[in-house]
T-cell receptor, first 112, second 115 residues
Framework: DTAVSQTPKYLVTQMGNDKSIKCEQN?????MYWYKQDSKKFLKIMFS???????INETVPNRFSPKSPDKAHLNLHINSLELGDSAVYFC???????????FGEGSRLTVL | DAKTTQPPSMDCAEGRAANLPCNHS???????VYWYRQIHSQGPQYIIH???NNETNEMASLIITEDRKSSTLILPHATLRDTAVYYC????????????????FGQGTILTVHP
């Protein structure tokens, strides 16, 4: 069983489109994250939710909107996609604040 | 969170110990040292963490100097599958505020294990 699963793994789309990436964790964790890894391999946090409540919102364009329908799911919706949004997006989860994050396999987004 | 400095790359022979250093000279008393790794095309993987005592688990050992300004991750018997980017991260392990569980990744060390 995959602990943190993301769909889709690959996504190729045109500029201006709207797309979503879904994340689910079956670990019973209460905190979930979205990280972005750009072409230079820098891994940066975007958002964090704890029990469906947004607790970290880094400086991210408001075209990015996370949604957590329940504490096992954290989805990322991106409006009006731009070339610079091309990256690998990682979902992660943890219980409390241990710092032991469990990451998904990533979703590679390519904007043409 | 305190910044860390790691060598950009290191090599290690298969079967030998890999010792990955990390400098965190501005670490605060309530900050932990975490190590993660990222194998190519996969998500980052937690390895180990510690505050001031040395730690060991099934994956690795973490040696933290007495002044806590640096640490070393030791993979006792490196294999080809240990080839990855290794990240040393320091963070406050406490609830609340905007740092809730947040990990700030640097550039890490690319460890290449060769036959």
């Amino acid at each position: 069983d995959t602990a943190v699963s993301q769909t889709p793994k690959y996504l190729v789309t045109q500029m201006g489109n709207d797309k979503s990436i879904k994340c689910e964790q079956n670990l019973g964790h209460d905190t979930m994250y979205w990280y972005k890894q750009d072409s230079k391999k820098f891994l940066k946090i975007m958002f964090s939710y704890n029990n469906k409540e947004l607790i970290i919102n880094e400086t991210v364009p408001n075209r990015f909107s996370p949604k957590s329908p329940d504490k096992a799911h954290l989805n990322l919706h991106i409006n009006s996609l731009e070339l610079g949004d091309s990256a690998v997006y990682f979902c992660a989860s943890t219980q409390g604040v241990t710092g032991e994050l469990f990451f998904g396999e990533g979703s590679r987004l390519t904007v043409l | 969170d305190a910044k860390t400095t790691q060598p950009p790359s290191m090599d290690c022979a298969e079967g030998r110990a890999a010792n990955l250093p990390c400098n965190h000279s501005t670490i605060s008393g309530n900050e932990y040292v975490y190590w993660y790794r990222q194998i190519h095309s996969q998500g980052p993987q937690y390895i180990i963490h510690g505050l001031k005592n040395n730690e060991t688990n099934e994956m690795a050992s973490l040696i933290i100097t007495e002044d806590r300004k640096s640490s070393t991750l030791i993979l006792p018997h490196a294999t080809l599958r240990d080839t990855a980017v290794y990240y040393c991260i320091v963070r406050v392990a406490s609830a609340g505020g905007t740092s809730y569980g947040k990990l700030t990744f640097g550039q890490g060390t690319i460890l290449t294990v060769h036959p």
